[in-house]
């Protein structure tokens, strides 16, 4: 067997996301970076192997879609795409395509495809030297060595075989007192899935299950204990099976028996079940997959250990790198073998598989909270970090970190964290000690989110400018039928989409304001009752929109409305109220109708940025209503949320304000938006990031889609010697960030952006401008 030895700054070990975002990071700060996969195809458990589609937290809060390098490359898949996307079992190999196509554009980055992780060569008792492995079907022996070693395995095999401590299984409540905890610790772990996918060949598809399949007979165990097939194409998360094998070493027997399962689910649809056999009878198998996408196993230890408590404290890191915000999702141990499946899902009734308003339901909502980097900073090995399902956490809090969203980001600040390590000469401690700041400010500049920090470069001159643009936006409000603009922009049919209007608990309405005072507001409401109701209406300021209390402090007002019977009737709430100067433009209020079932405030086809509703699940909680929608509202005077002055809040997304400059819809494009400096200032390097895919998560884009808010055709003019010359024009445009460093560099005193077209929406938007030397 021949043996190749390769010198690398940073060896990233696993290519599924968070591996494939954080070679990519690492080499684009200019580390010499490899990173090594035993599959053929990038992505993990979201490759066209397995089919997994990631999930973040955009399922559960609005404008919390995961950005940076996931999102670059979920854009590109969806504007390459004709296929669409639901979830587990529909991804074709576009998306594989897209993820290599990015990894071959990068500059430093050696993919090692095919290659298995045999072990590694300690140079001492804390630092690995190399890691060890074979290419499949070559006859190849590689010693990679490395600088910082990243083990995005999921099971942790470079971290075991380098000697890190580890736990698997289930923390007992008696350790860290978490609510999800088991009463005792135990060795239980979430299982592994397969999937499959069906097509409708228009005819009468028969199907016989073969005689190793699993029979089923008996339709409790379907829809009494959560595993509905609601989807005659397939899809079904609940095809898995964990406990009692152990899922690393009993893998195989673990990939037959699913087998067995999910060949055994499709016979009791096609041929038994009185629900589904009628509608998927033109119905055939058109893929069963084969590796199964795994959930858990070893947790490697770190230098700080997450819990549950810091999800549902939302604790504030100081080294804070990377958000999440999934549900606390733990399936129950033994999938398809236990008596339910994940336990919000088995108690939704016969169709409808999760209930929001239950008490687990309730107890498992959270988000959006921040990630440290100490998780992912291995304690028994110096130069080991991880990133994935195997770091430094709880059993519980497992359930909500372990999404392929929230992986990457962990991913990309790894990558982005172990270079500017390199580039430092820091160790770890080092690192968390004196490099935050830059790691986070790098995070933030490649377009990242972080709920606790913000844009403080002190080398993006754009901070510094005065901002002016051709026009901006005003809210009068949203009536029901007001058009919207999210065309392809479809309503997920898998996690739970609260949407009914009739006031059953207590909804509130977030609302921008800019300032001065709120003479009224006025609900669109319905009454069916033919009698006269009464509704309590509260104010509140929030402290941003995923503020979820259900009593954010003191009301600054409150009234009681009389609702006469009728349909759509617009109700005003004379406030006449001056708003406390502390309140900033562009920050949020929240409009609070307390429950009455008698009435429903309707929901608009319009959605305003950032203007989500939320809805009570329980007397402290609410969460967000529906996909992000706005209620029907009016606000007099007209608020100005949306001024010029957004872009240089330092956020790119609506948070604590709007944080995004919005044209009058009303004036045609182009618009324009202007920085200026009393001093000229050196340019070399633009970077905007512009609105768009953020409100929902990934299922719910349409093949070829390009959002309608992202400026399509655009140019960047600089003030030059008092003429205006421009510097980049771009067409066709459908990302979100865009980075623009010129040939040469230039001296200005002002910087203008000019949106001449956008991808369907009438007015031209924009979250941030970046400008550095």
């Given at each position: 067997?021949?043996?190749?030895?390769?010198?690398?700054?940073?060896?990233?070990?696993?290519?599924?996301?968070?591996?494939?975002?954080?070679?990519?990071?690492?080499?684009?700060?200019?580390?010499?970076?490899?990173?090594?996969?035993?599959?053929?195809?990038?992505?993990?458990?979201?490759?066209?192997?397995?089919?997994?589609?990631?999930?973040?937290?955009?399922?559960?809060?609005?404008?919390?879609?995961?950005?940076?390098?996931?999102?670059?490359?979920?854009?590109?898949?969806?504007?390459?795409?004709?296929?669409?996307?639901?979830?587990?079992?529909?991804?074709?190999?576009?998306?594989?395509?897209?993820?290599?196509?990015?990894?071959?554009?990068?500059?430093?980055?050696?993919?090692?495809?095919?290659?298995?992780?045999?072990?590694?060569?300690?140079?001492?008792?804390?630092?690995?030297?190399?890691?060890?492995?074979?290419?499949?079907?070559?006859?190849?022996?590689?010693?990679?060595?490395?600088?910082?070693?990243?083990?995005?395995?999921?099971?942790?095999?470079?971290?075991?075989?380098?000697?890190?401590?580890?736990?698997?299984?289930?923390?007992?409540?008696?350790?860290?007192?978490?609510?999800?905890?088991?009463?005792?610790?135990?060795?239980?772990?979430?299982?592994?899935?397969?999937?499959?996918?069906?097509?409708?060949?228009?005819?009468?598809?028969?199907?016989?299950?073969?005689?190793?399949?699993?029979?089923?007979?008996?339709?409790?165990?379907?829809?009494?204990?959560?595993?509905?097939?609601?989807?005659?194409?397939?899809?079904?998360?609940?095809?898995?099976?964990?406990?009692?094998?152990?899922?690393?070493?009993?893998?195989?027997?673990?990939?037959?028996?699913?087998?067995?399962?999910?060949?055994?689910?499709?016979?009791?649809?096609?041929?038994?079940?009185?629900?589904?056999?009628?509608?998927?009878?033109?119905?055939?198998?058109?893929?069963?997959?084969?590796?199964?996408?795994?959930?858990?196993?070893?947790?490697?230890?770190?230098?700080?250990?997450?819990?549950?408590?810091?999800?549902?404290?939302?604790?504030?890191?100081?080294?804070?790198?990377?958000?999440?915000?999934?549900?606390?999702?733990?399936?129950?141990?033994?999938?398809?073998?236990?008596?339910?499946?994940?336990?919000?899902?088995?108690?939704?009734?016969?169709?409808h598989e999760y209930d929001t308003f239950s008490d687990y339901s309730a107890?498992?909502?959270?988000?959006?909270?921040?990630?440290?980097?100490?998780?992912?900073?291995?304690?028994?090995?110096?130069?080991?970090?991880?990133?994935?399902?195997?770091?430094?956490?709880?059993?519980?809090?497992?359930?909500?970190?372990?999404?392929?969203?929230?992986?990457?980001?962990?991913?990309?600040?790894?990558?982005?964290?172990?270079?500017?390590?390199?580039?430092?000469?820091?160790?770890?401690?080092q690192l968390v000690a004196k490099d935050m700041v830059q790691i986070q400010?790098?995070?933030?500049?490649?377009?990242?989110?972080?709920?606790?920090?913000?844009?403080?470069?002190?080398?993006?001159?754009?901070?510094?400018?005065?901002?002016?643009?051709?026009?901006?936006?005003?809210?009068?409000?949203?009536?029901?039928?007001?058009?919207?603009?999210?065309?392809?922009?479809?309503?997920?049919?898998?996690?739970?989409?609260?949407?009914?209007?009739?006031?059953?608990?207590?909804?509130?309405?977030?609302?921008?304001?800019?300032?001065?005072?709120?003479?009224?507001?006025?609900?669109?409401?319905?009454?069916?009752?033919?009698?006269?109701?009464?509704?309590?209406?509260?104010?509140?300021?929030?402290?941003?929109?995923?503020?979820?209390?259900?009593?954010?402090?003191?009301?600054?007002?409150?009234?009681?409305?009389?609702?006469?019977?009728?349909?759509?009737?617009?109700?005003?709430?004379?406030?006449?109220?001056?708003?406390?100067?502390?309140?900033?433009?562009?920050?949020?209020?929240?409009?609070?109708?307390?429950?009455?079932?008698?009435?429903?405030?309707?929901?608009?086809?319009?959605?305003?940025?950032?203007?989500?509703?939320?809805?009570?699940?329980?007397?402290?909680?609410?969460?967000?209503?529906?996909?992000?929608?706005?209620?029907?509202?009016?606000?007099?005077?007209?608020?100005?949320?949306?001024?010029?002055?957004?872009?240089?809040?330092?956020?790119?997304?609506?948070?604590?304000?709007?944080?995004?400059?919005?044209?009058?819809?009303?004036?045609?494009?182009?618009?324009?938006?202007?920085?200026?400096?009393?001093?000229?200032?050196?340019?070399?390097?633009?970077?905007?990031?512009?609105?768009?895919?953020?409100?929902?998560?990934?299922?719910?884009?349409?093949?070829?889609?390009?959002?309608?808010?992202?400026?399509?055709?655009?140019?960047?003019?600089?003030?030059?010697?008092?003429?205006?010359?421009?510097?980049?024009?771009?067409?066709?445009?459908?990302?979100?960030?865009?980075?623009?460093?010129?040939?040469?560099?230039?001296?200005?005193?002002?910087?203008?952006?000019?949106?001449?077209?956008?991808?369907?929406?009438?007015?031209?938007?924009l979250y941030e401008i970046r400008c550095r030397a």
């Open positions: 067997m021949k043996t190749i030895t390769e010198n690398y700054d940073i060896v990233v070990c696993g290519g599924g996301l968070a591996g494939f975002c954080a070679a990519v990071a690492a080499a684009r700060q200019g580390a010499k970076t490899c990173l090594v996969h035993n599959r053929p195809v990038l992505g993990g458990n979201s490759s066209s192997e397995v089919g997994v589609t990631p999930h973040g937290a955009a399922a559960f809060h609005a404008y919390a879609r995961e950005t940076g390098i996931i999102s670059e490359a979920l854009i590109e898949e969806r504007a390459r795409n004709h296929a669409e996307i639901y979830e587990n079992g529909w991804t074709n190999s576009v998306w594989d395509m897209v993820l290599y196509d990015l990894a071959q554009k990068t500059s430093g980055l050696t993919l090692h495809l095919n290659t298995d992780i045999r072990g590694v060569d300690m140079r001492d008792k804390r630092n690995i030297a190399a890691v060890l492995a074979v290419v499949q079907n070559a006859e190849i022996e590689l010693r990679l060595e490395g600088r910082t070693f990243i083990d995005c395995t999921g099971d942790g095999i470079v971290a075991d075989s380098a000697g890190c401590r580890w736990r698997m299984g289930s923390e007992g409540r008696d350790e860290f007192d978490e609510p999800h905890a088991p009463p005792q610790a135990n060795g239980d772990t979430m299982g592994s899935s397969i999937h499959f996918l069906a097509r409708d060949t228009g005819r009468a598809a028969p199907y016989v299950a073969p005689d190793w399949a699993v029979k089923h007979e008996d339709a409790s165990y379907f829809y009494d204990q959560g595993r509905i097939p609601k989807e005659d194409r397939g899809g079904f998360w609940w095809i898995e099976i964990g406990v009692p094998y152990h899922t690393i070493h009993d893998a195989e027997t673990i990939r037959h028996e699913l087998t067995r399962h999910a060949l055994g689910v499709w016979d009791w649809m096609k041929n038994k079940d009185p629900k589904t056999k009628d509608r998927v009878k033109n119905y055939a198998l058109d893929w069963i997959g084969q590796v199964p996408g795994k959930r858990e196993s070893r947790r490697i230890i770190g230098r700080y250990f997450m819990t549950e408590h810091d999800i549902i404290n939302q604790t504030v890191f100081p080294d804070e790198i990377a958000f999440g915000g999934w549900f606390v999702d733990l399936h129950t141990p033994g999938g398809l073998l236990a008596k339910t499946s994940e336990p919000s899902a088995a108690v939704g009734g016969d169709e107890m498992s909502y959270c988000g959006p909270y921040g990630v440290p980097l100490r998780i992912l900073l291995a304690k028994d090995v110096d130069n080991l970090m991880m990133a994935g399902r195997n770091v430094s956490v709880t059993h519980a809090a497992l359930g909500t970190v372990r999404v392929m969203g929230t992986t990457a980001l962990m991913g990309e600040a790894a990558g982005i964290a172990a270079a500017i390590g390199l580039e430092k000469g820091h160790d770890f401690d400010q790098r995070l933030l500049a490649n377009g990242c989110h972080l709920p606790n920090y913000r844009n403080e470069d002190p080398q993006d001159v754009a901070r510094f400018a005065q901002v002016r643009a051709s026009s901006e936006a005003s809210i009068h409000g949203v009536a029901p039928e007001s058009p919207g603009h999210h065309e392809g922009l479809a309503v997920w049919k898998d996690q739970p989409q609260y949407h009914i209007e009739r006031l059953e608990t207590r909804r509130g309405q977030l609302v921008a304001i800019s300032g001065g005072r709120i003479d009224s507001i006025e609900l669109c409401l319905s009454n069916e009752s033919g009698v006269e109701q009464q509704l309590e209406v509260r104010l509140y300021a929030v402290r941003h929109i995923w503020d979820y209390r259900a009593e954010p402090d003191q009301p600054l007002a409150s009234a009681t409305l009389t609702v006469p019977p009728g349909r759509h009737l617009w109700v005003p709430w004379e406030l006449n109220f001056e708003l406390p100067t502390h309140l900033l433009s562009g920050s949020f209020l929240r409009v609070d109708a307390l429950a009455n079932k008698q009435l429903l405030w309707h929901a608009s086809r319009k959605i305003i940025p950032g203007h989500m509703a939320t809805y009570a699940i329980s007397p402290n909680r609410m969460r967000r209503f529906g996909n992000g929608h706005t209620l029907a509202f009016r606000i007099s005077p007209a608020q100005r949320p949306f001024g010029p002055a957004q872009i240089l809040s330092g956020v790119a997304r609506p948070h604590r304000a709007t944080n995004l400059w919005i044209s009058d819809p009303a004036q045609p494009l182009p618009q324009w938006i202007e920085l200026s400096w009393p001093e000229p200032q050196t340019l070399h390097e633009i970077q905007l990031i512009f609105p768009g895919h953020l409100i929902r998560e990934y299922h719910a884009y349409a093949p070829f889609y390009r959002d309608s808010q992202c400026p399509r055709d655009y140019r960047v003019e600089a003030l030059v010697d008092g003429r205006w010359t421009r510097l980049v024009e771009v067409h066709d445009n459908y990302q979100r960030l865009r980075r623009h460093v010129l040939a040469e560099s230039i001296t200005a005193t002002s910087l203008r952006v000019v949106v001449m077209a956008t991808n369907g929406d009438p007015s031209a938007a």
